[in-house]
């Protein structure tokens, strides 16, 4: 039965199983920002103010920039159903709720990593991290 209101709690081979899928939606979400903020740098030289906005009215002022925002939306909602939880977009992070010994915690990976090599504490982030039983320590970031 899920703990502390999570939908899902995985095992490490599930959370491990979706990694090729997240490593494909990750890398679609991070091209997608990568080009909006490029355009939206291009866009404030004729519109300095549009650097103070956020990314609602930005869109709203700007409906061209609909789609990087609609396909980052996907993304990010596609990665989400599977029960996982997007932390960051740049550092490429995603956490999945498992159960350690009656606890819950977060098996973090990150864009990149072969597999969930860490974890850390429901209070704590990314700058926390173990290493999982048996990954190496040099596997952290």
């Known amino acids: 039965m899920p ?7 995985f ?3 599930e959370a ?3 990694i090729p899928r997240l490593e494909i939606l990750m890398r ?3 091209m997608q920002a990568t080009s909006l903020r490029a ?22 002022r700007y409906p061209e920039l609909r789609s990087f925002a609609t396909n980052m939306a996907d993304a990010a909602a596609q990665i989400e ?4 939880i997007l932390k960051d977009i740049d550092l490429g992070l995603i ?3 498992y159960d350690a010994d009656d606890e ?11 597999r969930v090599v860490a974890w850390h504490s429901v209070n704590s982030g990314f700058s926390e991290r173990q290493p999982m039983p048996g990954a190496p320590d040099r596997c952290l970031n």
């Open 16 to 18: 491990n199983e979706l």
């Open 104 to 114: 819950v915690v977060f098996l973090c990976w990150q864009f990149g990593e072969p």
């Open 95 to 97: 956490d999945f709720p």
């Open 28 to 30: 679609q979400l991070q």
């Open 81 to 84: 159903s599977f029960g996982c």
């Open 11 to 13: 095992s490490e081979e």
């Open 39 to 60: 355009r939206i740098d291009e866009l404030s030289v004729n519109d300095p103010s549009i650097l103070d906005c956020t990314m609602s009215k930005i869109v709203g």
């Open 3 to 9: 703990k502390i209101g999570f939908d899902k709690l």
